[in-house]
């Protein structure tokens, strides 16, 4: 089932962001800070910088990027809850580009990517099927006091050639909560064995590595008959 998200008492206080160059925003991050920006609700997008470590510990939480918290900016009495809507991060150095945030507005649905967990020792894994999990993440539209972060499902009493869909999971969502997917998207399916494929595969590659070690020795006496008629 979904799991709900009881918002924890977390402040993020960000600084105002006056220059938004390209020069600016290295500064920024030589110094801990990441550029962002947060839009939504009755506002305009505001530019601003965070302190990459604070964020990194919201990221910890089991909530991860749906977390609520109350973002405050630095020097003023200005608040809003918001959350993580996208985080850019570099491939390489794992260091953070660019954040947006959004704000949380009572009443206005949001739109978020909610986890997917298998529970259960499936039956059909036990009796030589193996599992596919096709989609590990969902988009979900819901209101922020709904907000969850995950949802389980259980395999276990599933069978070979069973498969699970996104409309199979809709009594698993909170009230307000709605699936952006298409309702046959395939979520989980057990497959069955696919020894036969490998063991055709195995054949067709022995044979191949025969054919190849034959050749030489082929060419080989093709020269001596050559040599023997001379």
Not at 138 to 151: K, N, Y
Request: aromatic content about 4%; glycine content about 8%; charged content about 35%.
């Amino acid at each position: 089932m979904a799991t709900t998200i009881e918002t924890a008492d977390i402040t993020l206080i960000v600084d105002k962001r006056e220059d938004k160059g390209t020069n600016s925003s290295g500064r920024l991050r030589a110094e801990g800070r990441v550029p962002a920006v947060i839009y939504g609700g009755d506002k305009g997008a505001v530019p601003i910088s965070v302190d990459e470590l604070a964020v990194r510990e919201i990221l910890k939480l089991g909530t991860g990027e749906n977390t609520i918290f109350l973002l405050k900016l630095k020097g003023t009495k200005e608040e809003r809850q918001a959350m993580i809507k996208e985080l850019q991060v570099d491939p390489i150095s794992g260091k953070f580009i660019h954040i947006d945030f959004i704000r949380v507005t009572a009443g206005h649905k949001l739109n978020v990517t909610i986890r997917i967990d298998l529970i259960g020792d499936c039956v059909g894994v036990r009796n030589g099927g193996r599992i596919d999990f096709s989609s590990r993440e969902l988009s979900v539209e819901v209101l922020p006091r709904h907000m969850f972060d995950h949802i389980d499902v259980d395999v276990s009493e599933m069978l070979i050639g069973d498969v699970v869909t996104v409309a199979d999971l809709e009594d698993k969502l909170p009230e307000s909560g709605k699936f952006l997917e298409d309702p046959s998207r395939v979520v989980v399916i057990v497959e069955h064995p696919r020894v036969v494929e490998e063991e055709v595969a195995e054949e067709l590659e022995e044979e191949l590595v025969i054919e190849e070690s034959a050749e030489p020795e082929l060419i080989g006496k093709a020269k001596e008959d050559e040599e023997a008629a001379e």
